[in-house]
């Protein structure tokens, strides 16, 4: 397994490999694949996990905070997934999974958001077109769209309005989403899919 961000730190367990970098430099994707490969041989699946969000109304977004979610959401995923390609394809195949947000598809008048789904929802129509692109090459790619989850990100006062915002009344947990994305890993005749789990948001209100 391999991690990167800018503030990673330096890992002792043989089988994580820690690589520091901005994931919105180029520079960034060439060595996370290149050590990678050096380590463990291949790559066989990717996460593009890295993600920005920031909750504005739209004309008090600044030209730095849009620069800053664009360099991460797309140009990572972007990056990302140009060097790992040509690694599976070497290889035979492979599996790359984004992760998303339910916002592309359930805007929320309480969560303005307009930069979460100009770059989350691109990602969602990335994930179609690669996953056709690659079909007969043996390389999956698929999405999860969560709702709002329960990381350190939110503050534990704001949980209970933020539960209210799912149709299940609660937040999801991480453990929700590293489920979803092993479905997907496991799920050998599923491409081109964007998993909901989102609590139900995606359903209605």
């Known amino acids: 397994m391999v991690g990167t961000s800018r503030s990673i730190q330096t890992s002792n367990d043989p089988n994580f490999l820690t690589v520091a970098g901005d994931i919105g430099d180029p520079a960034t994707a060439r060595k996370v694949v290149d050590r990678a490969l050096t380590r463990f041989g291949r790559i066989d699946t990717l996460v593009n996990n890295a993600g920005i969000f920031i909750a504005s109304e739209f004309t008090a977004y600044t030209q730095q905070q849009y620069e800053e979610v664009l360099a991460t959401n797309v140009a990572g995923f972007y990056h990302m997934t140009q060097q790992v390609v040509p690694a599976m394809l070497e290889q035979g195949g492979g599996h790359i999974v984004?992760?998303?947000?339910?916002?592309?598809?359930?805007?929320?008048?309480?969560?303005?958001?307009v930069l979460a789904s100009l770059t989350k929802g691109g990602l969602n129509a990335a994930t179609r077109s690669l996953a056709?692109?690659?079909?007969?090459?043996?390389?999956?790619?698929?999405?999860?769209?969560?709702g709002i989850i329960k990381t350190p990100m939110h503050a534990p006062e704001s949980h209970a309005a933020l539960a209210a915002l799912h149709p299940v009344k609660r937040m999801g947990e991480v453990s929700d989403i590293t489920d979803a994305?092993?479905?997907?890993?496991?799920?050998?005749f599923v491409t081109g899919e964007i998993l909901h789990v989102d609590g139900g948001q995606v359903a209605g209100a």
């Open 181 to 188: 994305v092993l479905y997907l890993e496991s799920a050998g």
């Open 98 to 113: 984004q992760i998303t947000s339910s916002l592309v598809d359930h805007a929320n008048s309480q969560v303005p958001s």
């Open 132 to 146: 056709i692109e690659y079909a007969t090459r043996n390389i999956r790619v698929n999405a999860v769209s969560p």
